[in-house]
């Protein structure tokens, strides 16, 4: 079935440790994200890509870094300049145009 | 930024009654978005509705968007125990290029059976 996965679904940061979470999606999808969620908070945006090579910050991506080296996959780095990188994160893609955003089933990172 | 603000915060009936929950906004829009979110789980398309529409319905849903008054609303009708989730608003902002989603606070719906 087509869909996005994050990996892994639970993950611990040591002090000074980058961390990177993956994810991947099949839905030949131009489009992806990465957001932050708060608990009881919205989600907010970190940075998005809508092609290969190319990705913009959103409106938090200070302390985190991506890459979009192939199109199925998006990896977000969560660097040791993170100073409160406890949260929910998920990952979520559209076909472009206002389509809705699709998402994975997040990744809970926490600190040691 | 936090465009959406969303009321109630929490909202708790019965199985079988209709919930209502609201949506407000500050900016123009492209389109505004309903998701849905159950514990621990990533986010659901529920329902787009573009800017020059006024109601829309989907099943059990319909959402209703006044763009005078920047606000919109999500109606669950006949709710069921399934339905219990937290539910969020998303605003397309315009002339942002990208589909760049801001996200309001949710409202959390939990049906009692």
């Known amino acids: 079935d087509g869909g996005i996965t994050q990996s892994p679904k639970y993950l611990f940061r040591k002090e000074g440790q980058n961390v990177t979470l993956s994810c991947e999606q099949n839905l030949n999808h131009d489009a992806m994200y990465w957001y932050r969620q708060d608990p009881g908070q919205g989600l907010r945006l970190i940075y998005y890509s809508q092609i290969v090579n190319d990705f913009q910050k959103g409106d938090i991506a200070e302390g985190y870094s991506v890459s979009r080296e192939k199109k199925e996959s998006f990896p977000l780095t969560v660097t040791s300049a993170q100073k409160n990188p406890t949260a929910f994160y998920l990952c979520?893609?559209?076909?472009?145009?206002?389509?809705?955003?699709?998402f994975g089933d997040g990744t809970r990172l926490s600190i040691l | 930024s936090q465009q959406g603000e969303e009321d109630p915060q929490a909202l708790s009936i019965q199985e079988g009654e209709n919930a209502t929950m609201n949506c407000s906004y500050k900016t123009s829009i492209n389109n505004l978005q309903w998701y849905r979110q159950n514990s621990g789980r990533g986010l659901v398309h529920l329902i787009l509705i573009r800017s020059n529409e006024r109601e829309k319905h989907s099943g059990r849903l319909r959402v209703t968007l006044d763009t005078s008054k920047k606000s919109s609303s999500l109606l669950i009708t006949a709710s069921r125990a399934a339905d219990t989730a937290s539910y969020f608003c998303?605003?397309?902002?315009?002339?942002?290029?990208?589909?760049?989603?801001?996200f309001g606070q949710g409202t959390r719906l939990t049906i009692n059976p």
């Open positions: 998303a605003t397309d902002r315009i002339n942002q290029g990208a589909q760049k989603l801001v």
């Open positions: 979520a893609s559209s076909g472009g145009g206002y389509q809705p955003q699709h």
